[in-house]
């Protein structure tokens, strides 16, 4: 069975930076195209970055530029590195697959940027 388990997020103060990862395990991520979402206190949850089977990336615009996805397909994971984070970042990070079987999330992991 497909499942998702995200890692490193925690507390950071203003403009550092922290490296989620997403390990799969129960199937191959190379072949699909893997998302980080977030959702903040009171907030829908939002894309915020997406990397595709052959590494093509997209990023929200409040993100461009401080966020940066990359995969290891020899791990089975995916990492978002931030950088230059800010308050606005706070909120549960989640990464995301969609597989033939269904959409799958992970449990979610806590970024809190604050002094």
């Known amino acids: 069975q497909a499942h998702l388990v995200e890692s490193g997020g925690g507390l950071v103060q203003p403009g550092g930076s922290l490296r989620l990862s997403c390990a799969a395990s129960g199937f191959s991520l190379d072949y699909f195209t893997v998302g980080w979402f977030r959702q903040a206190p009171g907030k829908e949850r939002e894309g915020v970055s997406s990397v595709s089977s052959d590494s093509n990336t997209y990023y929200a615009d409040s993100v461009k530029g401080r966020f940066t996805i990359s995969r290891d397909n020899a791990k089975n994971t995916v990492y978002l590195q931030m950088n230059n984070l800010l308050p606005e970042d706070t909120a549960v990070y989640y990464c995301?697959?969609?597989?033939?079987?269904?959409?799958?999330w992970g449990q979610g992991t806590q970024v809190t940027v604050s002094s």
């Open positions: 995301n697959v969609k597989l033939r079987s269904g959409i799958y």
